[in-house]
Each structure stands twice: as structure tokens, then as C-alpha cells.
């Protein structure tokens, strides 16, 4: 990949820079500031994909043919850049980074047709039902089972940590469909189309940040239709696999780990030092902030080199090579955040926290995002596999490759 941009290159830039200038409204742009989490407020973070999604741009690392831009690798680290320096809103990952790719990749043609459009549109949204109590991160011994019967499978367990479930219309899922064999095995891929069938119930969970961003669900004798079944009965884990590999290494990160450096770099010019001038001329910050910052270019380059179609990219150990060092490195930067605002972070302030709210918050706003961003990020090096997890699995790559 080219690092210096031509000046077509950048006049693109301008192009994007001036539509996230104009398009966001106020509202967008405050989930914008106000996101603490991969997860941006829903309503508005919807809102902001619909606006994207009749500008063309919701999806640019879709084929063409699907919806996708047709970007060069150079544009697309343009426009990620351009939307973090923006503070916008991410869109959500679980319908446009997970279950659309998949479906690009593995899905019929009917599952195509029926729900590509809506996911681009932003007309869909898709919970993730992976976890389950009990299991941790021992994905292949969930227990949810779906029975054959005529047509449709009958559901009955649970599952947890199912991401904005409350707020999803649908919802993709492992279920056992078998138990001889390796635990491996007996595992089926299901999409819902609808996540309030008779007997599906979902409660959401307040974290630790004091945010329902999770959600349990419960099935008890729910009925869904086997065409929704992605891949074979009882080859679920080959699909759930391949979906991974979207969730764990499909984007890049490292732009939104520069913004959040950004902001700790700007706060900590106004931060008194407790031993005289600004925080940001403390050595010890600057220290942190400087390690921190070039391993976040580190991470930068190999997002280039992947997405630039670099032999990298279709290492086996790639996707968990990528999840481990970005999670480590967003706790990183979430760390130094609430370090920078030390006590003006302690406040619990959800009310202010909240898109529309008129209660203004006790400090600055990087002192009202910087507490919840770093607790909601302790789970980064959990959710998606954690991080022990994919130590063992690129262990196991090297090893084959010996």
C-alpha cells in the first residue's frame, strides 16, 4: 500500500470529510461523543446508517455487487480515518461486519435476496446468539437445542451476553441439533427473522458501566422455520468459523484507538499536574502515551497490510492475532483516558451520559465518557473468543507451521 496519498487520494478525503461535516444531525453527532463502547446508542447510530446507506457508504468493505463502494484499500483507510477525526458513531458490527459478510460468502441465493438489502438499508438488525450460562468462553459446548420437526426446528435453552438483542428485529444462532461425537459436532447455524416468537423472551442486562447493552434470552418451545439454517445440520461450528473470521479481523481499529489517544493527548493539555505545569508535559504521561501510541501505529500498519490483500491476511492465526491486539490495546488507551481524568472521572453521571439529555455533566465530557468506556472495555479481552483463547489458537498455527 501506497502511504502517500495522490492528490486524488485526497481530494476523496475532502469529499468525505465535507459529507460527515454536513450529513450527521446534532443528535448524531452527540452518540458520536457520548459512545462509550464498541456499541454506539442504537437509536441514533441507526439513524446515521440509514443516512450512509442512501449515500452509498454503509458498507464499503462489501463487493460491489452487493451494495459495496468499490473503494481501493487506500480509500477505505481514508474514510475510517475521516470518521473517527468526525467522532461519529460506528455503525454496528453484528449485521454489516458479521451476518451480511457471512451470507456474501456462504449463504444461498434466497437468503441473499431476502436479507442483504434490509441489512444495507438499515431496515435490519441482528443479534448474535453465540454465549450461554455455563459455558464461558467454551463456545462448542453450548447446550441450546433446536429438534427437527417437519419444517421448522423447535427451540428450547438460553443464551447471554446477546449483545442489543432488545433492540434487534432479528437474530442469528448456534443450537445443538446433536450430542454424539465431538462437541464440535452437532452444532447448526439458524437465522430468525423475527425475535419475538412465541416463547422467545429477552431481558436485558445493566453492566458494569450502568448501560443494558446486554441482553439474556430464554426459548422455551419456540418454533422457527429450517430454511433459516446457514450450511448443513450439525455443521454449525465450520459456519460459526468462518463468521469469526468477519468478527475478530474484519475492519480496522487502530483509527478509533488513534481518536481516543487523541482526546486523552487534548485533555491532558488542560489536566493540571500535581507536580506543577500540564499533564501533558508530565514525563511519566508522556512516557505511556508515547508506547501506547506507536504500538497503535504498529497495529495500524498490519490493519494496512491486511486489508491491502497482504499474504498475512490469510494466516490462520491472523483473526485472533487481531482481536487479542486491539482488545489489549483499547484497555490500554481506556486506562490512560481515566488516568488523564482522575477524579472528574468517578462521577456516575447516566443521565447526562444519555443522547437528548438536558442535565449538563459534572466536568468535562471526555471526564463523562472516560470511566464507563474504560469498565465497559474490560470485556474487550473476553467477548469474541477471549484472549487466552487466541493465545492458544495462533500457538497452535505456529505450530503446524514448524
Not at 223 to 228: A, D, E, I, T, Y
Amino acid at each position: 500500500m501506497n502511504v502517500e496519498f495522490s492528490p486524488e487520494l485526497e481530494a476523496f478525503r475532502a469529499e468525505v470529510a465535507e459529507f460527515f461535516a454536513t450529513a450527521p444531525t446534532p443528535a448524531i453527532r452527540e452518540a458520536g461523543r457520548k459512545t462509550t463502547s464498541v456499541f454506539a446508542p442504537f437509536d441514533q447510530c441507526m439513524e446515521w446508517h440509514k443516512i450512509l446507506a442512501k449515500k452509498g457508504w454503509a458498507a464499503p468493505h462489501w463487493p460491489v455487487e452487493y451494495g459495496g463502494t468499490g473503494w481501493s484499500v487506500e480509500q477505505r483507510f481514508i474514510f475510517a480515518e475521516e470518521y473517527r477525526k468526525a467522532d461519529l458513531p460506528p455503525l454496528l458490527p453484528q449485521s454489516l461486519g458479521m451476518v451480511g459478510p457471512l451470507l456474501i460468502d456462504i449463504g444461498t441465493e434466497e437468503q441473499k435476496a431476502k436479507y442483504l438489502s434490509p441489512i444495507l438499508a438499515g431496515e435490519d438488525f441482528w443479534a448474535q446468539g453465540y454465549s450461554e450460562p455455563g459455558s464461558g468462553s467454551d463456545l462448542a459446548s453450548l447446550q441450546c437445542r433446536a429438534e427437527p420437526d417437519g419444517d421448522d426446528y423447535i427451540i428450547n435453552g438460553s443464551k447471554i451476553w446477546t449483545t442489543y438483542a432488545h433492540h434487534a428485529n432479528r437474530m442469528f444462532m448456534l443450537v445443538r441439533t446433536d450430542n454424539s461425537g465431538k462437541k464440535q459436532q452437532g452444532i447448526t447455524f439458524l437465522l430468525l427473522d423475527r425475535v419475538d416468537y412465541p416463547g422467545m423472551e429477552i431481558r436485558p442486562i445493566v453492566g458494569l458501566d450502568g448501560v443494558p447493552e446486554q441482553c439474556e434470552v430464554f426459548f422455551d418451545n419456540v418454533r422457527v422455520p429450517q430454511s433459516g439454517r446457514v450450511g448443513e445440520e450439525n455443521d454449525g461450528w465450520s459456519v460459526a468459523k468462518h463468521l469469526l473470521k468477519h468478527e475478530r479481523g474484519g475492519s480496522a481499529s487502530s483509527p478509533t484507538l488513534v481518536h481516543y489517544l487523541d482526546r486523552a493527548k487534548e485533555a491532558a493539555a488542560k489536566t493540571p499536574s500535581p507536580f506543577g505545569g500540564m499533564l501533558a508535559d508530565d514525563p511519566v504521561f508522556q512516557s505511556e502515551f508515547g508506547e501506547l501510541h506507536a504500538d497503535v501505529a504498529s497495529l495500524g500498519h498490519m490493519e494496512k497490510l491486511a486489508i491491502s490483500g497482504h499474504p498475512i491476511a490469510n494466516d490462520p492465526a491472523f483473526p485472533s492475532l487481531n482481536k487479542t491486539i486491539n482488545s489489549e490495546l483499547l484497555q490500554r488507551a481506556s486506562t490512560l483516558m481515566s488516568k488523564v481524568s482522575g477524579v472528574g472521572g468517578l462521577a456516575r453521571q447516566l443521565e447526562a451520559l444519555r443522547v437528548g439529555s438536558n442535565v449538563e455533566p459534572l466536568g468535562s465530557e471526555f471526564d463523562l465518557i472516560s470511566m464507563p468506556l474504560y469498565l465497559n472495555s474490560r470485556a474487550a479481552s473476553i467477548y469474541a473468543g477471549s484472549n487466552e483463547v487466541q493465545r492458544d489458537l495462533i500457538s497452535r498455527s505456529l505450530a503446524a507451521g514448524v
